[in-house]
């Protein structure tokens, strides 16, 4: 039996990278601020690119839909969609209003730091987290791709049942964020991976852009430390946890509004 939990309205402010699997095909992993209490909430498994055009939201959009808890994922942050349910209700753009319609929602949400974050997943079950990072830096190692024939294979048995998406790539490069926990003097400092969608189709839609792998990698650790300088902007890190290892912490993106906005 599913526990429902009913309509709930949510900025989302995460979206991961997609990722196929034999159990549901390609997925997203989603996650937003709860605008019934300000939390942190994980949303999945949400078939994004298979969802209807009205459906298709972006980050910082406010969506409605019917929500409920999921009978393997006990995180208590996670809960499963009615993806038929999805309504766009509002896209927070920052050109209008700047970044305030944003920051109004997202500074009621609790702000910790990475340290009591692995602390409090080790004593609670915390799964999630809106973090104040500082002296950040970048760092990418090259990863070994999963076998395509089995990545085909997830997308075409699903073609079959739903409309046609060509299957995305994978990326042969984890990116990582280095930081220590702002205000936190005894922190170890952190080495987090990064698995924000944004940052792994930089990788695959830059490549035209530059002749070699060495250069296009260059400018992603530049885009990705300037948006996450505390000189400049006010950086935040969304930091998440894996289901099946509940010790490892990554990156799920940034909010980065300018220092005076």
């Known amino acids: ?53 009205e459906r298709q939201f972006k980050k910082y959009t406010i969506i409605e839909a019917d929500c409920f808890r999921s009978n393997d994922d006990k995180r208590p942050e996670s809960f499963m969609v009615n993806c038929a349910s999805i309504k766009i209700l509002e ?37 999630l987290g809106i973090i104040k990072p500082e002296n950040v830096s970048f760092d990418y190692t090259r990863r070994r791709l999963p076998d395509p024939k089995i990545r085909e294979a997830y997308y075409n048995q699903l073609n079959l049942l ?27 400092g952190h080495d987090l991976p990064i698995v924000d969608w944004e940052i792994n189709q930089a990788y695959r839609n830059w490549r035209k852009k530059y002749a070699t792998e060495k250069e296009l990698l260059e400018k992603i650790a530049q885009r990705w430390l300037e948006i996450s300088d505390p000189g400049k902007k006010d950086v935040y890190f969304y930091v998440g946890n894996r289901k099946l290892n509940k010790k ?14």
């Open 1 to 53: 039996m599913r526990e429902t939990s009913g309509n709930k309205q949510i900025l989302i402010t995460v979206k991961a990278d997609p990722n196929p699997s034999k159990e549901y095909g390609e997925t997203v992993c989603c996650a937003g601020i709860d605008l019934s209490n300000y939390q942190f909430i994980r949303l999945y498994p949400i078939p994004f690119r298979y969802l209807e055009d």
């Open 91 to 127: 896209f927070l753009e920052t050109a209008k209003e700047g970044w305030k319609k944003r920051k109004d929602i997202f500074l009621r949400a609790p702000i910790k730091s990475m340290c009591q974050v692995i602390i409090e997943a080790e004593n609670s079950g915390l799964s």
């Open 162 to 188: 739903k409309k046609h998406i060509n299957a995305i790539e994978a990326v042969p490069f984890q990116f990582y964020y280095i930081f220590r926990c702002t205000g936190v003097e005894q922190c170890p």
């Open 248 to 261: 490892t912490f990554m990156v799920l993106g940034v909010f980065w509004p300018p220092l005076n906005e």
